[in-house]
């Protein structure tokens, strides 16, 4: 019987001890694979997708080339790891209590004071994504969210001001162009607008889209 028992206790004792490796391994496992995106991510944002090697990520997260090859099989494995860890760290506009907002005017300066506020925060990140977007393969699918969410802005901030036929198309295509990074950027750069002089601009182009005759003598 003591015999018995002693086995029992050794077979648990070998069972805790194998369980709290791999729970260990895991644990090492998980921290590899944060550091090795962590590494992609701020190469990303300082040298850009397209001159980011697997050899300067491994570098920067100080590991072998072997190790970011196990962890991430393929690029696109390992874009949508920066791009879950970018957007987990950088969470993008809500659109939702931009619907709330009755008036189309104030619904729309409340979005792009928000979206131009986010993008001034990720800058240089989305300029070198947005530079280097048709030659990384894996960029399309790591730059979804940020589609998602200005899609849906599109379609949250054209409602509301009447508009029918071409005077809609008219209005739908000035919201999207005021939505878009590069138009915030062309307004702000080297200090040519602030943030809420570009949200006003940018405003009073709808605005005007969405009058009907088109007619911009109103602002």
Same mark, same amino acid.
């Given at each position: ?6 086995? +029992? ?27 090795? %995106? ?6 990303? @944002? %300082?040298?850009? =997708?397209?001159?980011?090697? /697997? ?17 991430? =099989? $393929?690029?696109? *494995?390992?874009? @949508?790891?920066? $791009? ?6 950088? =969470?993008?506009?809500? =659109? ?12 729309? *300066? ?11 925060? %990720? ?12 030659? /990384?393969?894996?960029?399309? $699918? ?13 379609? +949250? ?17 000035? /919201? ?6 590069? +138009? ?9 607008? +602030?943030?809420?002089?570009?949200? *006003? ?11 009907? @005759? ?6």
């Amino acid at each position: 019987m003591l015999v018995k028992v002693r086995c +029992t206790l050794v077979v648990y004792e070998m069972s805790a001890k194998r369980k709290y490796e791999l729970k260990q391994r895991a644990a090492e496992m998980a921290e590899t694979r944060r550091r090795i %995106t962590e590494a992609a991510v701020e190469l990303h @944002g %300082t040298l850009g =997708p397209a001159r980011t090697t /697997v050899s300067l990520v491994a570098e920067r997260a100080g590991v072998q080339r072997h190790t970011v090859y196990r962890h991430f =099989p $393929s690029e696109e *494995e390992l874009y @949508g790891a920066c $791009s879950a860890h970018f957007y987990e760290a950088n =969470p993008l506009p809500d =659109p939702a209590p931009w619907r709330a907002i009755r008036d189309s005017g104030a619904r729309l *300066e409340r979005a792009l004071d928000e979206i131009y506020a986010y993008y001034e925060r %990720t800058e240089a990140m989305l300029a070198n994504v947005l530079r280097d977007f048709d030659f /990384v393969g894996a960029l399309p $699918s790591a730059t979804t969210p940020l589609r998602r969410c200005l899609d849906e802005a599109a379609n +949250t901030l054209t409602s509301g001001w009447g508009a029918r036929g071409r005077q809609r198309r008219l209005l739908r295509a000035a /919201v999207v162009h005021v939505l878009e990074f590069q +138009t915030w950027r062309s307004l702000t750069a080297k200090g040519r607008l +602030t943030r809420p002089e570009a949200v *006003e601009l940018a405003t009073r182009l709808v605005a005007a889209a969405a009058a009907r @005759g088109g007619s911009v003598a109103r602002f």
